[in-house]
């Protein structure tokens, strides 16, 4: 898309539901890239075992399942996959299921993994070493250079767009959508938080150590109370750095 076309309107006649599940087009390239985490109000997204299902009640749950249908492909880190074993697919709404990306550099997931059925949905299985197992069946091999272990985002986005996937919800967990951040590759981040303490548990973000609150960036938030609880919609368009589509690290 180029960058004077117009970003398209937020409907005016769509309830809040809706209307935080529209993903407006990209600012600084054709792709949107939505980060989504259910976290609790100090910060959790899981328990110490892994255990979140579920961190949020039916309303959020209802939003994720909407702003699944209006993306393309919702990608999840292997963490997430080993540990829920979710089907992303739309269930509580009507709509499209999107394309299931799993980024699995090791190639850890097992074949009977419920994301790899077959529904009719593209499934697509990122990893940086060949898989061990036998691909189950119609899904689509990516193999990605990793350095130290890393995936760079921007790569995983080249990989996706050449595949035509251009709206992505990066869905969790903590340690991708970090990833994610600390590459400047999201354009917004949908935070839902439930009225929660957990004290304990896994924290919804690792990026990097500040010393002062001069270091910390103050987000460009809108607040949107859905019953006891409430979804950030935060706008990260200022750290979100352009990608270069003609530059692959794909192995194809
Ligand atoms: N409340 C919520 O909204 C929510 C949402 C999703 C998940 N969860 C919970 O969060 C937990 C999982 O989160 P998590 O942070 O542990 O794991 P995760 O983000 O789901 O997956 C992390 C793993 O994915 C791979 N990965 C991610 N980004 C990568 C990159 N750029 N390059 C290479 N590899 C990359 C790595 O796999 P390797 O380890 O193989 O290197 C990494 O260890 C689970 O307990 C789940 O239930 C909660």
Known sequence: MPLDTPVPQLPTT??????????????????????????????????????SRYVNGPASLMHLHQLRACVDAVLVGVGTALADDPQL??????????????????????????????????RVWLVSNTPASPIPPGVELVVLNASTGNIDPRDILRALHARGLKRVLIEGGAETVSR??????????????APIIMGSGRPAF??????????????????????????????????????DFSNTSENR
């Open 206 to 243: 690792n990026l990097p150590a500040i010393q002062t609150m001069n270091e910390a960036t103050r987000l460009n938030t809108k607040a949107y109370v859905l019953e006891d609880e409430v979804i950030y919609n935060i706008d990260l368009s200022s750290q979100r750095l352009p990608i």
């Open 14 to 51: 769509l309830g809040t539901l809706d209307a935080l599940a529209f993903v407006p087009a990209g600012t600084k390239d054709d792709m949107t890239i939505v980060g989504q985490l259910g976290q609790t109000l100090d910060g959790r997204i899981a328990t110490i075992t892994g255990h």
């Open 180 to 193: 994610f951040i600390r590459a400047g590759c999201l354009d917004r981040l949908h935070l839902l938080v």
């Open 89 to 122: 697919n739309v269930r509580l709404t009507k709509g499209r299921n999107p394309a299931r990306i799993i980024l699995d550099p090791n190639a850890r997931l097992a074949p009977t993994a419920k994301v790899w059925h077959e529904d009719g949905a593209r």
